[in-house]
């Protein structure tokens, strides 16, 4: 498995446990085999040294919902192309979403981005499996043999499962495999035809909102039917407060609960739309600034649970064009790190929360060993410049599409190494340090 390393002087963040301070790391045959906490250990024999000089080294992070194209829309993204944009913004592992053609919805299609993600993948890539067959919201599919060829979720992607016998029936297999289910809190007829958030802005702008209830009645009618079937439910993305207290009670009364939020809710609001920006058309829409602030002290308190970058590849074709016209989506794998960061410089969350939103907390819903720096982990692991300055250029980003919300933006902060099962998948220019032989 190659000769061990020693990443030596860091300071170490463990996000399942929410220690942090100076020590090493030593991996070996793929796994961390040691943890030295206040300590820089002499280099065993045969290995390799990194001095890490202060940085931060932490467990990789967790991307629980990416939009891959391949199969079927590769010329906005691929596995190669998507998992080295992750490699390059410290994501070790995805879960790519079922939302390809054909749908993620039969086991040959689950083993084929497997093999796909096997030979062409320089991160961790783990398939989520349609819940209705063709993401129609009719049928569903059989959760035994996805779950049995290696589907780690189930979800219709951009669509919410609107069908209330559907959703039932779905949480019930779901309860009965050990499965976890992730919906799009969207309903659709409330939606409409809007495309920005609701409010004073849209009508400023013109443009048909979309109310917060679109939002919190999908999500009230599934927390009913998680009370029915007891089964594990993921609201994939909430963004309003009303949500938060939803998902608040719905956790105080005993129910398996969990929700994600998009970096976008996180970082942007409806501001950021300004002049027709399509890179900003996202669902859920952005919110308002008192919204947003609302969502970080939810993530701040725990209510919510994990980060995810909605990755979202589009091309000229779907977003040069009209804001009403234009497709939702934009990336968000390569800048989830540095966009969370801005959170951490400007006091609204800890180092170590922000990581545990992005490592522990989606590796423990899918039930993963990683998201965690211990003996016998994986060796998946970023090393950290939180003070790195940067402006953003999206023709610099890994990405085939370059809808990044954040293009010309400051930020502060990046992965500078990245490494899967030990193995390096990706240097910064910005960090020089060269493995050395130990010698004793």
């Not at 890539?125 to 993401?135: D, Q």
């Not at 039932?168 to 409409?192: C, I, K, N, S, W």
């Amino acid at each position: 498995m190659g000769e061990p390393l020693l990443l030596a002087d860091a300071h170490l963040v463990d996000p399942a446990t929410g220690r942090e301070g100076r020590g090493s790391v030593l991996v070996r045959d793929g796994r961390i085999a040691d943890v030295a906490w206040g300590a820089t250990p002499g280099t065993p024999e045969g290995a390799r040294r990194i001095d890490c000089a202060g940085l931060t080294l932490a467990p990789g992070l967790v991307d629980l919902r990416a939009f891959v194209g391949e199969p079927g829309a590769e010329h906005r993204e691929t596995l190669a192309s998507a998992s080295a944009a992750a490699a390059a913004g410290g994501v070790t592992t995805l879960v790519c979403m079922p939302d390809t053609n054909p749908v993620i919805d039969g086991a040959p299609i689950v083993d084929f981005v497997l093999r796909r993600a096997r030979d062409t993948a320089c991160v961790n890539v783990l398939p989520a499996a349609a819940i209705t067959k063709g993401l129609e919201g009719r049928e569903m599919t059989e959760f035994g043999l996805l779950q049995e060829a290696g589907a780690v979720a189930f979800t219709d992607g951009l669509k919410a499962v609107t069908n209330a016998q559907v959703m039932r029936r779905a949480l019930t297999y779901a309860r009965d495999f050990g499965a976890l289910l992730m919906q799009h809190v969207e309903e659709p007829d409330l939606v409409g035809e809007g495309v920005m958030n609701e409010g004073e802005m849209a009508s400023r702008l013109g443009l048909a909102g979309i109310p917060r209830e679109a939002e919190t009645v999908m999500l009230e009618r599934d927390i009913r039917l998680v009370r029915l079937t007891r089964a594990r439910y993921h609201a994939a993305m909430i963004s309003c407060p009303d949500s938060i207290e939803i998902v608040r009670q719905a956790k105080h009364d005993g129910l398996p609960v969990t929700c994600g939020i998009s970096i976008n809710n996180l970082i942007l609001n409806e501001g950021d739309i300004g002049g027709y920006r399509t890179f900003c058309k996202l669902s859920p829409p952005l919110r308002t600034e008192e919204d947003r602030l609302a969502m970080v002290q939810a993530l701040a308190d725990g209510v919510i649970d994990v980060i995810v970058s909605d990755h979202n590849p589009q091309d000229v074709e779907t977003k040069r064009l009209p804001f009403a016209e234009a497709a939702d989506g934009a990336l968000g794998i390569e800048t989830l790190l540095g966009a969370g960061l801005r959170l951490v410089h400007d006091g609204s969350l800890t180092l170590p929360r922000l990581l545990a939103a992005l490592t522990s907390g989606p590796a423990g819903l899918l039930r993963r060993e990683a998201g965690r720096l211990a003996p016998g982990a994986p060796a998946d692991l970023i090393l950290i410049d939180p003070e790195l300055p940067y402006v953003l250029d999206k023709t610099k980003l890994k990405s085939r599409s370059k809808n990044s919300p954040f293009d010309e933006a400051r930020l502060q902060g990046a992965a500078v190494l990245t490494l899967v099962a030990g193995r390096e998948v990706f240097r910064h220019d910005a960090f020089t340090q060269d493995a050395s032989a130990g010698t004793a």
